[in-house]
């Protein structure tokens, strides 16, 4: 902010308030620890934002702003409780999908009936047999 030099020249505003430690100090010199203080880093490598802003920034005491639900939802699932359950049901859900498989591959006939067929190769299998079975009934 740029000042006129009438308003340079009064005492009451602020920024005409002298900058350097030593003018800042008493007789001795020493600097005002209220009026100067070290810069501090900022936090997080980008520039300085509003106070109250991002994860929990601002200044300590105050309380972080309300997290949203999809940030509740996020550090839910980051949970080691919650990561063991959806790997059971996962578990249960591959198993129970195995097992239609399994299945669907006893009532298809093939040449050596224990030949090991890979999930496509069931399912193509399984169409050329249903559409078979179709031709089958239309003659």
């Known amino acids: ?7 340079a020249a009064d005492s009451d505003h602020p920024s005409s308030a002298p900058s350097d430690p030593e003018s800042l100090g ?9 009026c100067v203080s070290d810069p501090e880093p900022a936090e997080g490598g980008g520039g300085g934002g509003v106070v109250g802003e991002g994860r929990g920034g601002g200044r300590p005491g105050l309380h972080p702003p309300p997290l949203s639900r999809e940030e509740k939802r996020r550090r839910r699932r980051a949970t080691a409780k919650y990561r063991s ?27 050596p009936p224990d030949k090991k067929l890979s999930k496509i ?10 559409s078979y079975l179709n031709h089958v009934l239309d003659v």
């Open 121 to 130: 190769e069931i399912l193509r299998l399984a169409i050329c047999y249903i």
């Open 1 to 7: 902010m740029m000042l006129s030099p009438d308003q």
């Open 26 to 34: 008493g007789a001795d010199g020493q600097a005002l620890s209220c």
């Open 85 to 111: 359950a959806h790997a059971t049901r996962e578990r249960i859900r591959v198993e129970a999908f195995n097992l239609a498989f399994a299945e669907l591959r006893k009532l298809l006939p093939t040449l």
